[in-house]
């Protein structure tokens, strides 16, 4: 092994130990007037990208207000950042009885 990738071997492994390199991106849909999947669960500084898939308009929306989409229209989609850990219920501003759960952890 040479130099040069023992030190990059090295350098990402300390990214790693860092948290840097760790965030996903989540991918979560809303379609049949539902969020899928209707919990999901994050770890703090991952992202999670709704795409609305019905005719229907949606948002994804916390009930405590800490994040929201915008109204997303069929086939368009919207990411949301999670800092901090915790358990968000979160619905659908136009269609309130669409409710899910993030969970950060
Ligand atoms: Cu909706």
Same mark, same amino acid.
């Given at each position: 092994m040479t130099k040069f990738f023992k030190t990059l071997i090295t350098a990402s492994a300390v990214v790693c130990l860092a948290g840097i390199a760790h965030a996903a991106d989540i991918k979560a849909d809303i379609q049949g007037m539902s969020f899928s999947p209707a919990t999901i669960t994050v770890s703090v500084g991952d992202t999670i990208t709704f795409t609305n898939r019905d005719g229907a308009p949606h948002t994804a929306t916390a009930v405590d207000g800490s994040f929201s989409t915008a109204t997303?229209? +069929? %086939?368009k989609s919207e990411t949301i950042a999670f800092d901090s850990a915790g358990t968000f219920a979160f619905f659908c +501003?136009?269609?309130? %009885?669409m409710k899910g759960t993030i969970v950060v952890q």
């Open positions: 997303l229209r +069929k %086939g +501003k136009i269609h309130p %009885g």
